[in-house]
């Protein structure tokens, strides 16, 4: 993982893999201070960069 984030203890264990793939690939990039802030709800504009992030590596977009 790129980004060692604060909260990182706060990760789930089985989800922890994943968000290093995404963060990797620059579809998650955590909050501005550092936290991924893993209990937040997303944000519609969040789910949009992720959905949109998803495409584009896929090709679709």
Do not use: N
């Amino acid at each position: 993982m790129d980004v060692e984030y604060t909260d990182r203890a706060a990760i789930s264990d089985y989800a922890g893999g994943d968000i290093d793939v995404l963060q990797s690939l620059g579809i998650m990039t955590g909050k501005e201070d550092g936290r991924f802030d893993p209990q937040a709800s997303l944000t519609g504009v969040q789910m949009a960069k992720v959905l949109s992030g998803m495409l584009k590596k896929a090709k679709f977009m």
